[in-house]
């Protein structure tokens, strides 16, 4: 079974940094790009970016370039999602999903929760 | 590059048939035929629905379908139940720098 695996929910105050991951199973983790979708408090999907763990290679929609970095590490077929400074904006589900060649995901992981609250 | 337009709530008596759009451009829906559909239950991840504007991966029931015209795509749910009650999203390939556009999202409600 194809499958993706998020962290768990976390906590974090303004300022601090976090790395969330997304780890896959049952097909080849190289050969398919990894999504990550933010979802806001009671509002729609918003697409972050992509990545090729076969060669790392990245993209980033304009809106979250340089707000976040998008890595991976093959060697344990995990993809990462990391802030260096978390806003209170931050606050929202995060989906990581794969992504097929004509643009559509599946599946998805069970979302990972990040809030951040002083 | 903004979301894809959808109608905010479409609802429908059981075993009746509604339809969902999704209007964009010709710069995702119009120019690619990459668009899907998503289901999303409270609380849950979304599901891939709709694939390749009118396919469905295995596991879908046939009573959901998908089609295209010019720059809008839509989805049709026939024979409506109430576990189809959820929000559903449009997505497409876009040629802009986003790459990719989610559509605003349609809450479904069976009556």
């Known amino acids: 079974e194809v499958q993706l695996v998020q962290s768990g929910a976390e906590v974090k105050k303004p300022g601090e940094s976090l790395k969330i991951s997304c780890k896959g199973s049952g097909y080849s983790f190289t050969s398919y790009w990894i999504g990550w979708v933010r979802q806001m408090p009671g509002k729609g999907l918003e697409w972050m970016g992509i990545?090729?763990?076969?060669?790392?290679?990245?993209r980033y929609s304009p809106s979250f370039q340089g707000q976040v970095t998008i890595s991976a590490d093959k060697s344990i077929s995990t993809a990462y999602l990391q802030w260096s400074s978390l806003k209170a904006s931050d606050t929202a589900m995060y989906y990581c999903?794969?992504?097929?060649?004509?643009?559509?995901?599946?599946?998805w992981g069970q979302g990972t929760l990040v809030t951040v609250s002083s | 590059q903004s979301a894809l337009t959808q109608p905010a709530s479409v609802s429908g008596s059981p075993g009746q048939s509604i339809t969902i759009s999704c209007t964009g451009t010709?710069?995702?829906?119009?120019?690619?035929?990459?668009v899907s559909w998503y289901q999303q239950h409270p609380g849950k991840a979304p599901k891939l629905m709709i694939y390749?504007?009118?396919n469905r991966p295995s596991g879908v029931s046939n009573r959901f379908s998908g089609s295209k015209s010019g720059n809008t795509a839509s989805l049709t749910i026939s024979g409506l139940q109430a576990e189809d009650e959820a929000d559903y999203y449009c997505s497409s390939y876009t040629s802009s720098s986003t790459l990719n556009v989610f559509g605003t999202g349609t809450k479904v409600t069976v009556l």
């Open positions: 010709s710069s995702d829906v119009g120019g690619y035929n990459y």
């Open positions: 990545i090729y763990p076969g060669d790392s290679d990245t």
């Open positions: 999903a794969r992504q097929h060649s004509s643009w559509y995901f599946d599946p």
């Open positions: 390749d504007v009118s």
